[in-house]
């Protein structure tokens, strides 16, 4: 079982907000890999998916996710279509004010010459209406070269104060 975590990279949005937050020369190392993310995006939405790609790839993703939602529970097939993989809904403009969703990224094997898969959890906040949100996404990409960049973008920018962390996870 992983057991040492390393930071191999951190990132917090400046002012403006940023289209893509980019991870790269990720170093082949470790065992797997894990994302700490605290995001939010600037659309005039209650809510917007946040995407994930490996290596610049545009082609070959998958996920499903099942979330809670609004007292209703959602489940969705490929929502990030054949060029990501979708990995949560964070809060946005229209969202409770200065609340940022809270997501983990987990990435195992991320070296290796097999296709790649991805896990993620998270939480939202909103307090209006359209309440929180919480859920599990289960994602892959065919890419079978060891992962050197993960791109983490959405439908507009990734706002101020938005954080996230790469670790590098080893085994004993």
Same mark, same amino acid.
């Given at each position: 079982m992983p057991n040492t975590f390393t930071l191999i990279?951190? /990132?917090t949005v400046g002012s403006g907000g940023i289209a893509t937050v980019t991870f790269s020369s990720i170093p082949g190392t470790y065992t797997d890999l894990c994302l700490k993310l605290s995001f939010r995006d600037s659309s005039a939405n209650d809510r917007r998916i946040l995407f994930v790609r490996f290596n610049g790839g545009t082609s070959g993703y998958v996920d499903r996710s099942i979330r809670g939602y609004n007292g209703s529970v959602l /489940?969705?097939?490929d929502n990030g279509g054949p060029n990501s993989v979708a990995v949560?809904?964070?809060p946005?403009?229209?969202a409770t004010a200065s609340t940022f969703s809270n997501i983990e990224?987990? #990435?195992p094997n991320y070296a290796g010459s097999t296709n790649k898969s991805v896990s993620a959890d998270g939480v939202g906040e909103n307090n209006a209406a359209n309440g929180a949100i919480a859920g599990l996404t289960a994602g892959s990409s065919t890419l079978t070269s060891a #992962?050197?960049?993960i791109d983490l973008?959405? /439908?507009a920018n990734i706002v101020e104060h938005s954080t996230a962390y790469l670790y590098g996870i080893k085994k004993d």
């Open positions: 990279a951190s /990132s /489940s969705q097939t949560w809904d964070m946005a403009a229209n990224i987990y #990435i #992962i050197t960049s973008f959405a /439908s």
